[in-house]
């Protein structure tokens, strides 16, 4: 087996959580006069951390914030999300995810979740999954957010396996970045699936199936 791990972003790959990032950030700007946050802006905050992305929303305001009003902003917009979150439950675990995970954990692998999301654990449990794979890091648990490649490599390590012997699964440029610099392949799914340093493009997960 040429990958014994497999290392997946969570949001966007897992489960649709980014589609309740992208309400609550627009909540947030429309509550400080930002009336024009679109889907590309919440786009460019896939795969960053919380308070960059909230700097790229800040881009479109006219006023400047202090690191406290910041700080304010983004406990603010994850109250909304957090709420968001906990209409989740098993049902948002897609058949389609749910199968693969079960088929990749019986070929043997190794599973990990590399997010920057510091409400990974928080998701796992509502998707059912709170104890499914064997090594979960989370933005709680890094110090440089995607591009930077540290959240995948502590992935790696947890699993006891080198980059190489790892495939990272990515739905944002941010996340296939980070990938490619740790020296790891990276499969892409949605946007993801056609930037040039994806190596495996991904239109459904079950396709890593097919991959592996
Ligand atoms: C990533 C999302 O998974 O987590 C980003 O793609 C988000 O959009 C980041 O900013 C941080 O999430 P949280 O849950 O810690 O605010
Ligand atoms: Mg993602």
């Not at 700007?29 to 946050?37: D, L």
């Not at 959240?151 to 006891?160: C, P, R, S």
């Not at 080198?162 to 490619?180: F, H």
Request: proline share 3%.
């Amino acid at each position: 087996m040429k990958f014994q791990g497999i290392i997946f972003d969570l949001d966007g790959v897992i489960c649709s959580t980014d589609k309740f990032h992208f309400l609550a950030w627009k909540q947030l700007a429309e509550s400080i006069g930002i009336t024009n946050f679109t889907q590309a802006d919440g786009d460019l905050q896939r795969g960053v951390s919380r308070m960059e992305s909230l700097e790229i929303l800040l881009r479109k305001s006219k006023r400047q914030f202090s690191d406290e009003e910041k700080f304010a902003l983004a406990e603010q917009k994850n109250n909304v999300y957090r709420q968001m979150l906990g209409t989740m439950s098993k049902t948002d675990l897609s058949e389609n995810v749910r199968t693969t995970l079960f088929a990749l954990r019986k070929s043997g692998r190794k599973l990990a979740i590399g997010s920057s999301s510091k409400n990974t654990k928080y998701i796992l449990e509502r998707i059912g999954l709170g104890s499914f794979f064997d090594a979960v890091v989370d933005g709680n648990m890094i110090s440089r957010g995607k591009p930077d490649p540290e959240v995948f490599l502590k992935a790696a390590e947890l699993l006891d396996l080198p980059p190489e012997e790892c495939l990272v699964v990515e739905d944002a440029a941010a996340g296939i970045r980070a990938a490619r610099a740790g020296g790891f392949e990276a499969a892409g799914i949605g946007d993801a699936a056609n930037f040039p340093a994806t190596t495996y493009p991904l239109t459904l997960l079950s396709d890593l199936l097919t991959i592996l």
